[in-house]
């Protein structure tokens, strides 16, 4: 079974290593590897490395997809660096969204898990954007 994947950018290397523990746990089957810090223990984004990142989920998922989601909006400049780093077919493959990493990683992994298309896998973490956190009275 294939399924859409996910990688996960952001400036902390904490940051990423904890959604993708939170992911795995919510879909342990669905693809996802991130990048995130630089060396040192510095904050930052590597494009080299979400490149990394990207491949090896294209390498797991059977080519189905990748959502990428991210930080902290400068995030994107080391995804441009990335997708400059793969050929055209693997860069058609690949989604952005701004949905929150966090809530929108897992919703994302639940909806891939299920077998949902690239573009359901989107609008499931899109939905993210305006899921209550807090009980309504």
């Not at 930080?71 to 949905?99: C, F, N, P």
């Not at 994302?108 to 956190?133: F, H, N, W, Y």
């Given at each position: 079974?294939?399924?859409?994947?996910l990688?996960?950018v952001?400036?902390?290397?904490?940051?990423?290593?904890?959604v993708?523990?939170?992911?795995?746990?919510?879909?342990?089957?669905?693809?996802?590897?991130?990048?995130?810090?630089?060396?040192?223990?510095?904050?930052g984004?590597?494009?080299?490395?979400?490149?990394?990142?990207?491949?090896?989920?294209?390498k797991?998922?059977?080519?189905?997809?990748?959502?990428v989601?991210?930080?902290?909006?400068?995030?994107?400049?080391?995804?441009?660096?990335?997708?400059d780093?793969l050929?055209?077919?693997?860069?058609a493959?690949?989604?952005?969204?701004?949905?929150?990493?966090?809530?929108?990683?897992?919703?994302?992994?639940?909806?891939?898990?299920?077998?949902?298309?690239?573009?359901?896998?989107?609008?499931?973490?899109?939905?993210?954007?305006?899921?209550?956190?807090?009980?309504?009275?």
């Amino acid at each position: 079974l294939s399924m859409i994947g996910l990688v996960l950018v952001a400036h902390s290397a904490d940051v990423v290593r904890g959604v993708v523990a939170m992911v795995m746990q919510a879909a342990p089957d669905v693809p996802v590897d991130g990048a995130g810090g630089l060396s040192g223990g510095r904050l930052g984004t590597n494009g080299l490395e979400v490149a990394d990142a990207l491949r090896r989920v294209l390498k797991a998922n059977g080519r189905d997809g990748i959502l990428v989601l991210l930080d902290l909006g400068s995030a994107s400049m080391a995804v441009d660096l990335a997708l400059d780093e793969l050929d055209r077919a693997d860069r058609a493959l690949i989604r952005l969204t701004e949905a929150p990493i966090v809530e929108g990683a897992v919703l994302a992994a639940v909806a891939a898990a299920g077998g949902a298309s690239v573009d359901a896998v989107v609008a499931a973490a899109e939905r993210a954007r305006t899921l209550p956190k807090l009980p309504r009275d």
